[in-house]
């Protein structure tokens, strides 16, 4: 397992921009998939993005608004949020499990982050 924690949430207007971090420690990161999670009050924690070795992966609601890269050589993993709508507000979470393949259940993940709160107003 790895340490992980998340940074960048906030107060944007919508149509704004976040960059989410998720910085890990304790393993080298490069081999592991790592997905951004999000959970809003009464609602199911549902996966927004992840990110293998060499791939990405959206769901249809992200796909052409959030963009999932990783820097190895910082241990890091970004989520840019763009065109941010009031019904993206939630708390995401970052989440990883040693692993090279597309993993979309967070039952599957063995690390995660504390979360950190997103709140888009209109």
């Known amino acids: 397992q790895v340490q992980l924690v998340e940074s960048g949430g906030g107060l944007v207007q919508a149509g704004g921009s976040l960059r989410l971090s998720c910085a890990a420690s304790?393993?080298?990161?490069?081999?592991?998939?790592v997905g951004w999670f999000r959970q809003a009050p009464g609602k199911e924690r549902e996966l927004v993005a992840g990110?293998?070795?060499?791939?990405?992966y959206y769901t249809d609601s992200t796909k052409d608004r959030f963009t999932i890269s990783r820097d190895n050589a910082k241990n890091t993993v970004y989520l840019q949020m763009n065109s941010l709508k009031p019904e993206d507000t939630a708390v995401y979470y970052c989440?990883?499990?040693?692993?090279?393949?597309?993993?979309?259940?967070?039952?599957?993940?063995?690390?995660w982050g504390q979360g950190t709160q997103v709140t888009v107003s209109s």
């Open positions: 989440a990883a499990v040693e692993s090279r393949k597309v993993v979309r259940t967070a039952g599957d993940f063995d690390s």
């Open positions: 304790g393993r080298t990161f490069s081999g592991y998939t």
């Open positions: 990110i293998t070795w060499i791939s990405t």
